[in-house]
């Protein structure tokens, strides 16, 4: 209304495609249409059942409650005993501050470390909440490129030569999202040696880490040297089916942890109880399921990729963790973006620019195959048969 204005800093918030697509796609599903959707990084498997089944003895034994805003304490001390099995990290539970869903770790880091001007290496292609929050928060976004050439990985030496004086964070996924790309225990150990007695702190992003189909991955927060000067970030949603649960943590040094959990009493309040009751189940309880999500996604990777691969102007390497495809479309004669939205409005199949990830992301598209082998062999054929009419269409005109 005239004369109402909002704070500046909206402006810089952006917003994330996967939802702009997914509100498309629901939108043509009420005309009658058929969508396939590879546009959320979403797990189509249920949560596990001993992990419902907890969250549920939860809410009938009346934990539905406010928890202590930090985390609920034998929660923080089963988080603890995990990252110390899967993670290699020694995290007392002082270190360790849960949150509603990995996210708001991302919001309460950049929140909690960046001033204005101060400058954030991030990932490009990366997650769209990093750069929206750097931006929001008064940063300066410093993106490093992940090339296919170097298996969607840092270039180290481009990266050192991106830290500067006014550096204050750099973040780190792997694997990653969109990419799928992992860094290697290698590239972990020189980029803990850039940030070494110097005032910089990493956030490394593992919502992925437990999807890993080749090679070996490190945490940054494993190598004690530099263990107060990093933030682990995790969450329960890909690993353990929980994305509607909204239950993530983070591992940091114990005084930004009690910053962090300033944050949390002026922002939620505190994570769900009986929440945090089905992620001690999740935590504790058996982890074939886990692996059984990982084999699954890995056929579903070979099969994704080795059905693009065969569509004309589509080449997709296999990248070796998350759950996701990035085939690289220059070659079809079209913009990513405009090849998304033809694929979405004539095959039924919603996918994402890969340009909404970064600017190195442009001539490539993301396909999250947390989807059905079904849905996948059908939604490979339709792009397939739309290739095939766009280039006959082309080489008639």
């Not at 979403?42 to 939860?58: L, S, V």
């Not at 682990?232 to 040094?253: E, Q």
Request: glycine residues 8%.
């Amino acid at each position: 209304m005239k004369g109402l204005q909002f704070a500046q800093r909206l402006n810089n918030l952006e917003g994330e495609a996967a939802f702009s697509v997914l509100a498309k796609s629901k939108e043509l599903e009420a005309q009658g249409r058929n969508i396939i959707h590879f546009e959320v990084g979403e797990p189509d498997f249920q949560t596990p059942k001993n992990i419902r089944e907890a969250g549920i003895a939860a809410i009938e034994k009346g934990m539905t409650f406010y928890a202590p805003a930090q985390g609920y304490m034998p929660f923080r001390e089963a988080i603890s005993r995990h990252v110390k099995k899967y993670k290699n990290i020694d995290a007392t539970p002082d270190r360790i501050v849960v949150t509603p869903g990995g996210k708001s770790m991302i919001f309460f880091t950049l929140m909690s470390l960046v001033n204005p001007g101060d400058e954030v290496i991030y990932p490009d292609p990366g997650y769209p909440a990093y750069r929206s929050m750097i931006k929001f928060t008064g940063g300066i976004p410093v993106p490093v490129a992940l090339v296919e050439e170097n298996n969607f990985r840092f270039d180290l030496d481009e990266l050192e030569s991106k830290i500067t004086s006014k550096t204050k964070l750099i973040i780190l996924n792997s694997p990653g999202n969109p990419t799928g790309g992992v860094l290697t225990p290698s590239d972990i150990d020189r980029i803990a040696n850039l940030i070494e007695k110097k005032s910089i702190y990493v956030f490394s992003d593992e919502i992925y880490d437990r999807i890993i189909y080749e090679g070996i991955t490190k945490s940054i927060g494993s190598i004690s040297s530099v263990k107060d000067q990093v933030i682990v970030a995790d969450s329960f949603s890909k690993s353990y089916a929980m994305t509607g649960w909204r239950l993530g943590y983070g591992i940091m040094n114990s005084e930004l942890a009690q910053k962090m959990t300033l944050m949390q009493i002026n922002c939620n309040s505190c994570t769900a109880t009986f929440t945090q009751l089905a992620g001690i189940e999740a935590l504790n309880g058996p982890q074939d399921v886990v692996e059984n999500m990982r084999l699954e996604f890995m056929k579903r990777r070979d099969a994704v990729v080795e059905g693009l691969n065969s569509i004309r102007g589509f080449s997709c390497m296999k990248t070796a963790g998350a759950f996701y495809a990035f085939p690289n479309v220059k070659s079809s004669g079209f913009e990513s973006g405009d090849l998304a939205d033809i694929i979405l409005q004539e095959s039924g199949v919603a996918l994402l620019d890969g340009a909404g990830f970064g600017d190195q992301g442009k001539g490539y598209l993301r396909i999250s195959y947390a989807s059905s082998m079904e849905n996948i062999y059908e939604a490979l054929n339709r792009i397939d048969m739309l290739m095939i009419r766009l280039f006959k269409k082309t080489t008639a005109v």
